[in-house]
């Protein structure tokens, strides 16, 4: 039919193929679909490979810092830009040496931006492709990478370059550590846990154990979640983290 | 009804309850007015065994469904619950028995709790003479058809009313909208089903049936062209007077929430959705029954299979096996369609589907008038009809076919994994 000429009983019966014929086309396209395998990603439990696996290399997950390399130059904390990064750097008095006093990441904060592991200078700090960390305490987000004041790392011509650690390892150990199950409460810890989310959470718990929860020191070989802990199984991993001497401590000795 | 229910003439008995009944007089030797009692009691009994069935299709069809529309949209559907997930409408069953029951404080609480039972009186009504097989129908009704197009208005009511009742605007809007479209789309309904009446000359459900026979050419869908027409007109129309996609605006999410059963909650939503799955069973069984032979056995005689029990399962499997196949469609045409729009549907039903139904009536009473002086040509145009019908299934299967090869969905999952 042209343009110009109308022609209603044509159109009609032209709207009536049309509904009919688009129908069976979309059944057709429909029904091809039952011929195919569905394309569903069953995580957690139902996967031929685990998630970690298969994600990009670039993939940007959780961030790790490997403080062997680490020359403490704290370009990663002045570039994040919530500023998620709490790395502490002083001289020792007595040997004028530089030492990293605390490195910790606060991954409830991180948003995977990347722009600190491209600040890095010496590749200590990346992104791992780690993703599992739920915690019922917001606070036990923050990993520390530092228990004790260490040396940083100094590059020298005259010295093989280091080789890093597997990456991935040394967060799943530290990751290990925390407990997703219990609130963090570090006697010291600076950094003090705001009054309302402490009500919040102690009152809805235990108010009569919070002495208890208080006093008791958080057990280095905690129980990590059952997600996690499948993760973290399937890591590489640099040292065992025993329960008195975590890996870092262990591998500065040797 | 009561009529033929107690009325004990030569003739064998082809609905259950009167045969249940004949058999609890003979038993329990009572007479006279308390007979009926008997009759009472094969009452509950078969309705108690038609409430089984409809449980037991209304539940386990969600699960079909929900699997069916997960291939199509490449997911896998629920697999959790029980074997490939089957025992999913259990648990959904079993949490809504659990979730509160809420009466909103501004609505009417009567009417807000009559609602449900209008809705589920509506679509359980039918199954009383819904056949199941020669000899297995609740009730041989000859006014069946009627009877079937009478009761489920009846939903209208329980619609509308829990729309008003509910006391919110998207529930009255939901509520207007299904009233608006159940009561038109019931004419071409009608209208459509009237050409297997007129071709079968009765109104009962199981005459219909007889009237027609085992293959396919036989079947008054392929009687005519008009009659094949008339099945297209009446599927559509009974996709909307069950508020199925793509006729599903009176719960249209997209603007009313969920329609007229937005405020219901615990086991009156249930009520609800349990008669929409149930009316899935309704629309193929009737369409079945009417347009594509029924129970009937190729080369087995009605009165034959009557007597047997043997031939009454096959004839039961048949029927079952056509109305799943129609419910199937249902579902398929569910995801496939999009939601249409209210004036969209208005221009369906009153410019196409009525007009189209009357011209069937009138072209399946004029070919019946040609096919008695040349029933040879009667014959051959069925045959033609049932063969052109299977190609166009067939053809549905080898397009789909050519759409999965053509999209290259092998080579898009190798590159996945």
Not at chain 2, 77 to 95: C, S, T
Not at chain 2, 148 to 163: D, E, R, W
Not at chain 2, 385 to 401: D, K, N, P, Q, T
Request: hydrophobic share 50%; aromatic share 8%.
């Amino acid at each position: 039919m042209t343009a110009t000429r109308q022609c209603p009983a044509r159109d009609y019966l032209r709207n009536i193929w049309n509904a009919l014929y688009s129908t069976w086309e979309g059944m057709s396209v429909t029904l091809s679909h039952m011929y195919r395998r569905p394309i569903t990603t069953q995580y957690p439990d139902r996967i031929a490979k685990p998630v970690e696996d298969r994600l990009p290399e670039r993939y940007r997950g959780i961030l790790e810092a490997e403080v062997d390399l680490c020359t403490g130059c704290q370009a990663c904390a002045r570039d994040c830009p919530i500023g998620c990064i709490d790395a502490e750097v002083r001289a020792d008095p007595g040997s004028r040496q530089r030492l990293i006093h605390r490195f910790s990441i606060d991954i409830g904060k991180c948003m995977y931006c990347g722009l600190c592991t491209d600040a890095c200078p010496s590749g200590a700090l990346r992104h791992t492709q780690l993703f599992v960390a739920s915690n019922v305490d917001v606070l036990n987000l923050v990993i520390d990478f530092v228990d004790e004041p260490r040396p940083v790392h100094k590059a020298r011509k005259s010295e093989p370059a280091p080789t890093p650690a597997p990456r991935g390892s040394i967060l799943a150990g530290r990751l290990a550590r925390i407990a997703w199950d219990r609130p963090r409460d570090l006697p010291g810890d600076p950094r003090q846990r705001p009054v309302d989310i402490k009500i919040a959470i102690e009152g809805r718990d235990r108010p009569e154990a919070e002495t208890d929860l208080l006093a008791e020191p958080m057990l280095p070989a905690a129980k990590a979640s059952p997600a996690s802990r499948a993760a973290i199984a399937r890591l590489p991993r640099a040292e065992p983290a025993p329960a008195d001497a975590p890996p870092e401590e262990a591998k500065q000795d040797a | 009804m009561t009529g033929t229910l107690l009325a004990t003439g030569g003739a064998p008995r082809t609905d259950l309850v009167g045969t249940l009944g004949d058999w609890a007089v003979r038993i329990t030797g009572l007479s006279g007015w308390k007979s009926g009692l008997a009759y009472l009691g094969a009452m509950v009994v078969v309705a108690a065994l038609l409430l089984a069935f409809v449980a037991l299709f209304a539940g386990p069809v969600t699960w079909v469904e929900r699997r069916v529309a997960g291939r199509m949209q490449s997911r896998i559907g629920p697999n959790r619950v029980g074997p490939h997930g089957f025992l999913q409408w259990l648990a959904d069953g079993l949490k809504n028995l659990l979730k509160e029951d809420l009466v909103p404080r501004e609505a009417d609480p009567v009417l807000f709790r009559l609602a449900p039972y209008f809705v589920w009186a509506g679509m359980f009504g039918t199954f009383a003479v819904l056949p199941f097989s020669a000899a297995w129908i609740a009730a041989d009704a000859s006014i069946g058809i009627l009877y079937v197009m009478a009761i489920t208005a009846l939903v209208v009511v329980g619609l509308i009313m829990g729309g008003w009742a509910s006391n919110s605007k998207w529930s009255l809007l939901g509520g207007m909208r299904s009233a608006a479209q159940i009561v038109s789309y019931e004419i071409p309904t009608a209208l459509a089903i009237l050409c297997p009446v007129l071709v079968a000359g009765s109104l009962s459900t199981q005459d219909i049936i007889r009237a027609q026979g085992g293959w396919p050419w036989q079947w008054i869908a392929f009687h005519d062209p008009f009659c094949l027409a008339a099945l297209v007109v009446f599927f559509i129309a009974s996709l909307a007077e069950g508020n199925r996609t793509p006729f599903d605006i009176p719960e249209a999410e997209s603007e009313l929430v969920s329609g007229y059963n937005t405020e219901y909650s615990g086991f009156r939503f249930l009520a609800f959705l349990f008669a929409e799955w149930a009316n899935l069973w309704i629309m193929g069984a009737v369409a079945t029954l009417a347009f594509l032979g029924g129970w009937q056995l190729p080369g087995v005689p009605a009165d034959v299979q009557a007597a047997s029990i043997l031939l009454n399962v096959a004839g039961m499997a048949v029927f079952v096996g056509k109305t799943s196949v129609l419910v199937l469609v249902i579902i398929h045409l569910r995801w496939t369609l999009p939601r249409i729009r209210v004036d969209q549907m208005m221009n369906i039903c009153w410019k196409y589907l009525v007009p189209i139904s009357f011209v069937c009536l009138l072209g399946a009473a004029g070919w019946m008038l040609v096919a008695r002086k040349l029933p040879r040509a009667g014959v051959a145009a069925s045959v033609a009809l049932s063969i052109a019908g299977a190609a166009l299934v067939l053809s549905l299967f080898v397009r789909a076919r050519w759409n999965r090869l053509r999209m290259g969905a092998a080579a898009y999952w190798k590159q996945l994994t």
